[in-house]
């Protein structure tokens, strides 16, 4: 891990196919980013993968500081070069599923806590990246950034944001959706980017929030989610079997005013929070 304080022509990063990098080259999309973003003067960014700095360098005008977090070492020269000047820009070279923001910035303290990320995340990590920025129903971050807004594969945005009874609905859209509120606010084309990755974009807003009326008991509703979309064919009864007698899950069914026949994706997050406590209280 190295500390660079503070980008030449886009035609000198060749990406690397390791570090998931397909540069964004659309104003467009730069625009959408920034205006999801909602900055505003007093923010304290942090941006996973600056990579060629383009959307580095839109947000950094407009904000009080900002961190960026890149592994590339190569990268990290040449947006040193570019942008080491900016008095509100640190650069920190490494792994950012790996580092300890919290101590790295104990010693920047105008970069400490930043409140907001905004990113064009490396689509192959988008699942570790989340879990280190929300953290997991049974053990939710202790971080609270105040949004974080990211470019997503689309088939994981739809799947983040998905409702009760849809086809994209499933354990991903419940755990995330129980730590943070999610939106899909733009949709982006494989063609905003070089080079083109193999699907389409979304940008995404999360704001993580502590849910006003949590499950009781956290694990247990996060391995009942697991359970019940393990396979997503089979009736809930059939699926929790291993938990609860059927006849038993359908008297709780019930209770809650819902279908006997119910599979996991008929369920909205309230739902399994209520299911998970009636199952917990019956197992005490
Ligand atoms: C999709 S590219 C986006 C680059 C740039 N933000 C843009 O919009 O053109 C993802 C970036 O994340 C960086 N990256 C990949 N894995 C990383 C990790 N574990 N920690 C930090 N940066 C990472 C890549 O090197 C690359 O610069």
């Not at 088939?155 to 983040?160: K, P, S």
């Not at 499950?215 to 929790?240: E, H, T, Y």
Request: hydrophobic share 40%; proline share 6%.
């Amino acid at each position: 891990m190295t500390v660079n304080k503070s980008t030449q022509s886009r035609s000198q990063f060749r990406p690397n196919k390791r570090f998931g990098q397909h540069w964004l080259r659309s104003e467009i999309a730069l625009n959408q980013i920034v205006a999801a973003a909602q900055l505003t003067s007093s923010d304290r960014i942090l941006e996973i993968g600056p990579g060629t700095g383009i959307l580095t360098r839109r947000l950094l005008p407009l904000v009080e500081s900002l961190v960026a977090v890149e592994i590339d070492r190569n990268l990290c020269q040449k947006l040193t070069q570019k942008l080491g000047k900016e008095d509100n820009f640190l650069l920190l070279q490494g792994d950012f599923l790996k580092l300890n923001l919290t101590e790295l910035l104990e010693s920047f303290p105008s970069f400490q806590q930043p409140n907001k990320i905004v990113a064009n995340i490396p689509y192959n990590i988008t699942g570790p990246i989340l879990e280190k920025l929300l953290g997991k129903i049974s053990q939710p971050a202790t971080t609270a950034y105040q949004s974080i807004v990211l470019l997503v594969q689309q088939e994981v945005g739809e799947r983040l944001t998905a409702s009760p009874g849809t086809k994209a609905y499933g354990a991903l859209s419940l755990r995330v959706q129980y730590l943070a509120s999610c939106e899909l606010i733009y949709h982006v084309p494989a063609k905003a980017f070089s080079p083109p990755p193999k699907v389409d974009s979304v940008v995404i807003r999360l704001h993580p929030r502590t849910i006003s009326e949590p499950a009781d008991n956290p694990r247990l509703l996060d391995s009942l989610i697991k359970l019940g979309f393990a396979n997503r064919r089979k009736m809930l009864r059939n699926n929790l079997s291993s938990v609860i007698a059927p006849d038993d899950l359908i008297q709780l069914l019930e209770q809650l005013n819902l279908n006997s026949q119910s599979r996991a994706e008929n369920l909205s997050l309230e739902d399994w929070i209520k299911l998970s406590n009636l199952i917990g209280c019956r197992s005490i």
